[in-house]
Nanobody, 119 residues
Framework: QVQLVESGGGLVQAGGSLRLSCAAS????????MGWYRQAPGKQRELVTT???????NYADSVKGRFTISRDNAKNTVYLQMNSLKPEDTAVYYC?????????????WGQGTQVTVSS
């Protein structure tokens, strides 16, 4: 099993910054992909950004140029630096770890951390 623990959410004014962290523990497959998703009230969960163990990244268009994902493989930790935050970034942010095996993907989720951006 894999456990993910997030930290770093909170309340910030528009234009401000926050940094989220997610530490993974347990039986972690080295070739995993980690990332962040978010879910705003009344909306579906959406992908924000992902990063592979090799450092390849992917961003949603809505956060490109403002958010940066990074990871420390030695610590099994992924970070999300969020700058120039907007009220529409308000959501619960979930850390995700995906382990890919032949024929299947195993997804693990954190408990979520609230990010609120005031205008």
């Amino acid at each position: 099993q894999v456990q993910l623990v997030e930290s770093g959410g909170g309340l910030v004014q528009a234009g401000g910054s926050l940094r989220l962290s997610c530490a993974a523990s347990g039986r972690i497959f080295s070739g995993n992909r980690m990332g962040w998703y978010r879910q705003a009230p009344g909306k579906q969960r959406e992908l924000v950004t992902t990063i592979t163990s090799g450092g390849n990244t992917n961003y949603a268009d809505s956060v490109k140029g403002r958010f940066t994902i990074s990871r420390d493989n030695a610590k099994n930790t992924v970070y999300l630096q969020m700058n120039s935050l907007k009220p529409e970034d308000t959501a619960v942010y979930y850390c995700n770890l995906r382990a890919t095996y032949p024929g299947r993907d195993d997804d693990y989720w954190g408990q979520g951390t609230q990010v609120t951006v005031s205008s």
